[in-house]
């Protein structure tokens, strides 16, 4: 796979600044169902095994599922783990494009020999504080076949242009530190306000289909007042069986339709752990993590929310309260552009080392 030679980071101005310019390049994105969805199928080939399951809490979901199979790019990716992908909506063929797009921010993160990403031990980036270039090492924003762990400090996300990669992946990196702080810092949840909670509560509808026998909470677990980020969390009848969706936006209404997707997803996985434990099947590590977290019961003191409501509707763009969210977070922030020549997809990945993490001496059920 090589680089496709895509440039989306731009050197800002005193009136936009460097990161609202870089998140604001790259032209507008295509409209849902159009054209600009066809090099997203394009990596069709990539994944293996797609189906279509149905969940018997949510007929109205729409999830299509399937394997990454580095193998399938060829010789060079041999070794590479495979990893299973999956998206949601409440039409088919926005599923579809989900799932493939998750494939696509996986495969192009794989660097083998000769990766032409690679600049020695780094690779090329562009700081989303000053606009300028930068290096960082590769071992933080690329996988080889002798590291391919997830780092918690980064965020990587396809999109339709190359801007949009990159405003998904700051997202992500604003969702995963607002976890740390909710999960495992101890920081008290908010509720949603009335119109949030009222047209999350719409789409949640839409997707359980009248279905009965999950309790859902969605709760706002955002660590920044700009930078909302919310949990979509359900329950079995019996007050267990925990599984939990997360998402940030700038609109919380947004953010809760994203978790609240991802929630229906994790609860399919439940599914499967649960049939494997009862045709005693072994279970990976993510499985046994999935069982375990099953145990939490709906009277944890995580999901006791303290507080009024914020203001769901965003008081400024997207580009500025990530703006206010970057001076907050230590240390540099760097985009790095992962599109390849292969795909034809945008693909960004933004790394923050300095961004808390997971606690050392966490003792609770993990959620990353």
């Given at each position: 796979?090589?680089?496709?030679?895509?440039?989306?980071?731009?050197?800002?101005?005193?009136?936009?600044?460097?990161?609202?310019?870089t998140l604001a390049g790259g032209?507008?994105?295509?409209?849902?169902?159009?054209?600009?969805?066809?090099?997203?199928?394009?990596?069709?080939?990539?994944?293996?095994?797609?189906?279509?399951?149905?969940?018997?809490?949510?007929?109205?979901?729409?999830?299509?599922?399937?394997?990454?199979?580095?193998?399938?790019?060829?010789?060079?990716?041999?070794?590479?783990?495979?990893?299973?992908?999956?998206?949601?909506?409440?039409?088919?063929?926005?599923?579809?494009?989900?799932?493939?797009?998750?494939?696509?921010?996986?495969?192009?993160?794989?660097?083998?020999?000769?990766?032409?990403?690679?600049?020695?031990?780094?690779?090329?980036?562009?700081?989303?504080?000053?606009?300028?270039?930068?290096?960082?090492?590769?071992?933080?924003?690329?996988?080889?076949?002798?590291?391919?762990?997830?780092?918690?400090?980064?965020?990587?996300?396809?999109?339709?242009?190359?801007?949009?990669?990159?405003?998904?992946?700051?997202?992500?990196?604003?969702?995963?530190?607002?976890?740390?702080?909710?999960?495992?810092?101890?920081?008290?949840?908010?509720?949603?306000?009335?119109?949030?909670?009222?047209?999350?509560?719409?789409?949640?509808?839409?997707?359980?289909?009248?279905?009965?026998?999950?309790?859902?909470?969605?709760?706002?677990?955002?660590?920044?007042?700009?930078?909302?980020?919310?949990?979509?969390?359900?329950?079995?009848?019996?007050?267990?069986?925990?599984?939990?969706?997360?998402?940030?936006?700038?609109?919380?209404?947004?953010?809760?339709?994203?978790?609240?997707?991802?929630?229906?997803?994790?609860?399919?996985?439940?599914?499967?752990?649960?049939?494997?434990?009862?045709?005693?099947?072994?279970?990976?590590?993510?499985?046994?993590?999935?069982?375990?977290?099953?145990?939490?019961?709906?009277?944890?003191?995580?999901?006791?929310?303290?507080?009024?409501?914020?203001?769901s509707v965003p008081s400024s763009?997207?580009?500025?309260?990530?703006?206010?969210?970057?001076?907050?977070?230590?240390?540099?922030?760097?985009?790095?552009?992962?599109?390849?020549?292969?795909?034809?997809?945008?693909?960004?990945?933004?790394?923050?080392?300095?961004?808390?993490?997971?606690?050392?001496?966490?003792?609770?059920?993990?959620?990353?």
């Amino acid at each position: 796979m090589g680089a496709s030679g895509s440039t989306w980071a731009t050197q800002g101005t005193a009136d936009t600044g460097p990161t609202s310019q870089t998140l604001a390049g790259g032209g507008p994105a295509a409209p849902e169902g159009t054209a600009g969805a066809d090099p997203v199928r394009r990596a069709a080939h990539t994944v293996a095994g797609l189906f279509t399951p149905v969940l018997p809490h949510a007929p109205g979901a729409r999830i299509i599922c399937g394997t990454a199979e580095p193998a399938l790019l060829g010789p060079a990716f041999s070794g590479f783990t495979a990893a299973s992908v999956a998206g949601c909506s409440a039409r088919p063929n926005r599923a579809y494009e989900r799932c493939l797009g998750e494939a696509v921010e996986y495969l192009s993160q794989l660097s083998p020999d000769k990766d032409r990403l690679r600049q020695g031990e780094g690779v090329a980036a562009t700081d989303l504080r000053t606009g300028g270039g930068a290096m960082v090492p590769a071992e933080i924003c690329l996988r080889t076949r002798d590291s391919q762990k997830r780092r918690i400090g980064s965020g990587c996300a396809a999109g339709r242009t190359a801007a949009e990669a990159a405003s998904s992946g700051l997202w992500e990196l604003v969702e995963r530190d607002a976890l740390v702080s909710w999960w495992y810092e101890g920081h008290a949840p908010r509720p949603l306000d009335r119109r949030a909670a009222s047209g999350a509560e719409q789409y949640l509808q839409l997707l359980r289909g009248g279905a009965g026998g999950r309790r859902t909470i969605l709760i706002d677990i955002s660590a920044h007042p700009d930078l909302p980020a919310v949990a979509a969390c359900s329950f079995g009848p019996d007050g267990k069986g925990f599984v939990a969706g997360f998402a940030a936006h700038a609109d919380t209404l947004v953010a809760a339709r994203k978790a609240i997707r991802e929630l229906m997803q994790m609860e399919f996985g439940l599914l499967l752990v649960e049939a494997k434990v009862s045709a005693g099947l072994p279970l990976n590590e993510d499985e046994l993590r999935q069982r375990r977290r099953a145990d939490v019961s709906v009277d944890h003191p995580a999901l006791a929310v303290r507080g009024g409501a914020r203001d769901s509707v965003p008081s400024s763009s997207p580009e500025e309260l990530l703006e206010r969210g970057l001076a907050a977070v230590p240390g540099p922030v760097h985009a790095v552009d992962l599109t390849r020549a292969d795909f034809g997809i945008p693909v960004a990945k933004i790394v923050a080392p300095a961004l808390r993490e997971v606690p050392r001496d966490a003792h609770d059920v993990g959620l990353l």
